[in-house]
Nanobody, 121 residues
């Protein structure tokens, strides 16, 4: 059983910063790509940032230059540093990872339960 657990969400004023963390645990053979998604009320879930096992990254245009995704392979963790937050960044942020387990050569997509980010003065 593989689990992803996010942390670091909360209330922040516009212009502020937050750092989200996500740790994977369980029967893990290899973690491939990892990503952060978000979903605001009434909107579809969207990709915010992704990072490959080789640490190549890509970002949604709306967060480029403000958000930074990183990972710590030794800790099976991925992080999202969010700076210059705007009200439109408010959403539930979900961690996603493509993980291979010892019993399969194929990776599967796993999701965390999400952490709420509120941007308000």
């Amino acid at each position: 059983q593989v689990q992803l657990v996010e942390s670091g969400g909360g209330l922040v004023q516009p212009g502020g910063s937050l750092r989200l963390s996500c740790a994977a645990s369980g029967s893990i053979f290899k973690i491939n790509a990892m990503a952060w998604y978000r979903q605001a009320p009434g909107k579809e879930r969207e990709l915010v940032a992704a990072i490959t096992s080789g640490s190549s990254t890509n970002y949604a245009n709306s967060v480029k230059g403000r958000f930074t995704i990183s990972r710590d392979n030794a800790k099976n963790a991925v992080y999202l540093q969010m700076n210059s937050l705007m009200p439109e960044d408010a959403a539930v942020y979900y961690c996603n990872a493509d993980i291979s387990v010892p019993t399969s050569v194929y990776g599967m997509s796993y999701w965390g339960k999400g952490t709420l980010v509120t941007v308000s003065s």
